[in-house]
């Protein structure tokens, strides 16, 4: 009931931010949807980070780490401080300038002009609503997952013992849960909410507060709410690895700790002898997705100038090895025999960091942390939710009204209740918990990146046309849709594309690279043929996008 | 050679030095608690911090003054 509490109180501390941030709102959508490009280099460094790093760098690296090992820092984040840098350093300040020029809030607008083309939202919007889906889905399970593991009470003998509600509080399609291993056995509370709040219940909530708060608050609010909450998951998140360090090493001082916990990992965990090169290799474009993440492009366009950029740039990185090196060595110390992780948080892997934080750090403690995983889950919700409410409103609304525009008040009416549609499908389906978080992250962020070579292109190659526009869009759609079946929709984790090699390269006679390899290629092979092929943009297009210097 | 070049030409060595396959199946741990892969990447994080705070010294792709003055001129 203790970390229950501190977890409400976290919450409410929230929504009172929101409320705060409320009072500078100046009532216009300009500034509830871009702050009024008022953002400085620290509330735009710690937004940035809070909205890349979401359930995935906190619960899905714990998570991942537990199952293939400390290989999954390299694939993911040191890969990351690399590419997310060049993102913000090669389109983020360009496209500031661009947007701060004509007036942009969505990356459709910009496209549209780019492009010359009026309908190209009628292809993009939903392709980017579509992806954004699943990485809301990321958030929405993940939020359910931490509350209900921490509140929840273990199970001994089939029994649970210790939770915070016991069985029949809550209905019992909410209470009762099958076996991943064994889905033809009844329901049970053992394998269901375990005394703890259960998770349809916990996403839901998540899901009212960020809505409130964004509500209150537009893009000031959640710029507000995302420091702060950064804030909190990178000191906690420090806290945690501490406690976690000692009480699983069991020594007097805190470094022989740390050496005990390292010493009982599994040999097969601390190699990447099941990850092959190229795989590995290939990862590396899957953080290029920043650079089309449409609410990371609604944050660049919050910056108060040019100059606030270089601190993001610089500091992303080293944030991204403070957040990821501890959650990436407590999942491999998770798989040693120091600590028993029951089958069934075993079998979901999203909840082994908050079972170790159940586990092994006391009720108060156990509560601050959780809300520490939660400030990183929400502070990328609610960029999500604010993006998605301008985008239907700018390019959706706004183009089919043509020269009847909304007025302030109707756009925001317009945008919230967007949201609303889009967090009421997006709750609906966490509730089949599909995929594990990580796998569901990777298909997202390679979606993503299959649109990297169209930004790039309208920002750096005028050649760019219309045609080839659409070419790489349909390209990034088609071969996503079509990789992602071929999977069989994310369950397999470990997909790979084959690439036949002769075995004097490779001893298995092919290649294992990412899908997003072949995306990428795609996409960009049909840009630049179908560009090549087609009639340059106007000079008056190319004269706004590439001034002579 | 140009500082510019300089920094890209780091940038590409630091997409290079993260293929490290010289430690795929080590198992040393740093420090008695680090492993090495995980150290090693540590490493790159850092010095991909260091490596774009060099970029936005040398190649910042705009020019302050120039902004202001244009925005001056627009107001």
Not at chain 1, 96 to 110: D, H, I, S
Not at chain 1, 231 to 255: C, H
Not at chain 1, 279 to 287: A, D, G, I, N
Not at chain 2, 43 to 67: H, K, N, Q
């Amino acid at each position: 009931m203790t970390q229950l509490l501190i977890i409400c109180g976290y919450l409410v501390l929230l929504l009172l931010l929101g409320i705060g941030a409320s009072r500078l709102f100046r009532g216009t959508s300009q500034d509830y949807m871009l702050a009024s490009h008022s953002i400085g280099p620290f509330l735009l460094l710690m937004s940035i980070f809070g909205t890349t790093m979401t359930a995935f760098a906190l619960v899905g690296s714990t998570g991942e780490a537990f199952k293939e090992g400390v290989g999954v820092y390299g694939m993911l984040a040191s890969s990351s401080g690399i590419i997310h840098s060049l993102c913000f350093f090669l389109l983020g300040v360009k496209v500031w300038k661009l947007g701060k020029a004509y007036g942009y809030r969505t990356q459709v607008q910009f496209f549209r002009d780019r492009l010359e083309s009026r309908w190209l939202g009628a292809l993009l919007f939903p392709v980017l609503v579509g992806l954004v889906i699943p990485y809301l889905l990321i958030g929405v399970m993940a939020s359910g997952t931490v509350i209900n593991k921490v509140t929840a009470g273990r199970v001994q003998d089939g029994q649970v013992v210790g939770g915070t509600f016991p069985e029949g509080t809550f209905p019992a399609f909410l209470e009762r849960g099958t076996n991943p291993k064994a889905t033809a056995a009844a329901p049970s509370f053992a394998y269901g909410s375990q005394g703890g709040v259960p998770k349809p219940v916990a996403s839901l909530a998540i899901c009212g507060i960020v809505l409130v708060y964004v509500f209150l608050g537009g893009m000031r609010g959640t710029a507000w709410a995302n420091t702060f909450q950064t804030l909190v998951f990178m000191i906690l998140g420090i806290v945690t690895f501490v406690v976690i360090a000692w009480k699983l090493g069991g020594q007097d001082s805190f470094w022989a700790s740390l050496q005990a916990a390292s010493a009982a990992i599994p040999a097969e965990k601390l190699t990447r002898l099941h990850i092959p090169p190229e795989k590995f290799l290939t990862y590396m474009f899957v953080p290029l997705s920043v650079g089309m993440f449409p609410h990371l492009f609604q944050h660049w366009l919050t910056a108060r100038s040019a100059a606030s950029f270089k601190l993001p740039v610089v500091a992303h990185p080293l944030f991204i090895a403070i957040v990821w090196v501890p959650c990436v060595l407590i999942g491999a110390w998770a798989t040693s025999d120091l600590i028993a992780i029951p089958p069934p948080v075993a079998a979901n892997p999203n909840a082994v960091l908050p079972f170790l934080v159940q586990k092994l750090a006391g009720p108060v403690l156990g509560g601050l942390l959780t809300a520490g995983i939660l400030a990183a889950i929400m502070s990328s919700l609610d960029s999500q939710f604010l993006c998605l409410g301008t985008m239907f409103t700018e390019d959706v609304v706004q183009p089919l009204r043509g020269s009847r525009r909304l007025t302030d008040q109707q756009e925001l009416l317009v945008a919230r209740l967007f949201i609303i549609a889009i967090v009421a499908v997006t709750y609906c389906l966490s509730l089949a918990e599909p995929r594990r978080v990580f796998t569901l992250g990777v298909w997202c962020f390679s979606g993503f990146s299959s649109l990297f070579p169209l930004i790039l292109a309208a920002l750096y190659w005028p050649r760019l046309t219309k045609a080839g526009g659409y070419a790489c869009i349909l390209a990034a759609a088609g071969s996503w849709l079509w990789l992602f079946a071929a999977s069989d929709f994310a369950a397999q984790p470990n997909f790979t594309v084959n690439l036949p090699v002769p075995l004097a390269v490779d001893a298995d006679g092919a290649w294992q690279l990412m899908p997003v390899a072949a995306m990428i290629t795609l996409s960009t092979v049909a840009m630049v043929t179908v560009s090549l092929m087609t009639k340059p943009p106007s000079q008056q297009t190319l004269d706004r996008f590439f001034p002579s210097p | 050679m140009k500082p510019a070049s300089v920094v890209w030409a780091i940038v590409v060595l630091l997409i290079i030095a993260h293929q490290d396959f010289w430690f795929w199946d080590d198992t040393t741990l740093v420090w008695g608690f680090l492993p090495v892969a995980l150290a090693y990447h540590a490493c790159i994080s850092l010095a991909a911090s260091g490596t774009w705070y060099l970029a936005t010294r040398f190649c910042w792709p705009v020019d302050e003054t120039e902004m202001e003055k244009t925005g001056e001129k627009t107001a």
